[in-house]
């Protein structure tokens, strides 16, 4: 049987991939396949390194990339790759960015300052990005007004609302960011 007659006659499909750089934790959370972590035990030899007043629990922290795949639609496919966070790993994220096609902030309200870095690099770089901020079971402590104005972003990066363990709001996240991209690419 041949594959014009197996789906009704049309032309087959292409499948487009596309890469998303996420600059917070949320790969696993939306990830199709078992994502590859490069999470080590954070020790004391990182006091002084490593902020790690807000961590509270936390016991590991990302020292390369996560990686993912999701499949938004039957032919689009998006590539994740999740950055790590710590200053002294600044040195990998023009390499975790080339060919990508966007980014997401995510961003804990509670510790707003933190991802001024992650949104100046994408700003200066021209990727397109967009903040998706991390809610814990729907509480938002901010608006998304009064985030961009903290941050002073301008209106053309979307700032959406989510949150991070959930997977249908991972996904939707990553929606918001392939249409800013693809409408960033139009103008």
């Not at 949150?163 to 960011?177: E, F, G, Q, V, Y």
């Amino acid at each position: 049987m041949d594959f014009a007659s197996s789906n009704g006659g049309a032309a087959p499909r292409s499948t487009t991939s596309a890469k998303i750089v996420v600059a917070g934790t949320f790969v696993g959370a939306v990830s199709e396949i078992n994502p590859l972590r490069t999470e080590a035990v954070m020790t004391s030899a990182s006091a002084g390194i490593d902020d790690l007043t807000h961590t509270g629990d936390k016991t590991t922290t990302t020292v390369a990339m996560d990686f993912g795949r999701i499949t938004l639609d039957q032919d689009l496919i998006l590539y994740l790759f999740g950055t790590p966070g710590q200053d002294r790993f600044w040195f990998m994220w023009d390499d975790l960015v080339r060919g990508a096609i966007g980014a997401v902030v995510l961003v804990d309200t509670r510790r707003l300052a933190d991802c001024f870095p992650a949104v100046d690099y994408f700003e200066n770089s021209g990727l397109p990005f967009v903040i998706a901020l991390n809610g814990f079971d729907g509480h938002q402590p901010y608006t998304p007004e009064e985030v961009r104005e903290a941050l002073q972003i301008g209106p053309d990066a979307p700032i959406i609302t989510t949150d991070a363990r959930h997977r249908a709001d991972a996904k939707s996240a990553l929606i918001t960011l392939v249409e800013h991209a693809l409408m960033a690419r139009l103008r």
